[in-house]
């Protein structure tokens, strides 16, 4: 497994923008699959975008409030990092903020939270005025 660790959180202003990152130690990153995920109070965590681990696949969940069209999620093998920037922040971006990975070097998107096995302990997105 890989030991995973978030960054970049804080308290930002709504229509703010943010970069997540998820530094990867113990194993070739470029060889695992990685999704965030957020978790709000009260609410299951639930997907907020993945990118395969090979072939540069990219998801952004759909739900109504989703950060689809308004974040970018990349990764830098070299620096064992993926990033999510997200951009035009709504107080219901509010959560905490989880990557994710499991190994898989082909271009599938996990999209399940029983999908993956290695977990950071999150990072605290807070959006408000």
């Known amino acids: 497994q890989v030991q995973l660790a978030e960054s970049g959180g804080g308290l930002v202003q709504p229509g703010g923008s943010l970069i997540l990152s998820c530094a990867a130690s113990g194993s070739t990153f470029g060889r695992y699959a990685v999704g965030w995920f957020r978790q709000a109070p009260g609410k299951e965590r639930e997907l907020v975008a993945a990118?395969?681990?090979?072939?540069?696949?990219?998801?952004?969940?759909d739900s109504a409030d989703s950060v689809k069209g308004r974040s970018t999620i990349s990764r830098d093998n070299a620096k064992n990092t993926v990033y999510l920037h997200m951009n035009s922040l709504k107080p219901e971006d509010t959560a905490v903020y989880y990557c994710a990975a499991r190994s898989s070097v082909s271009s599938r998107i996990y999209y399940s939270v029983r999908d993956y096995d290695s977990w950071g302990q999150g990072t605290q997105v807070t959006v408000s005025s």
């Open positions: 990118v395969s681990g090979s072939a540069g696949s990219t998801h952004f969940a």
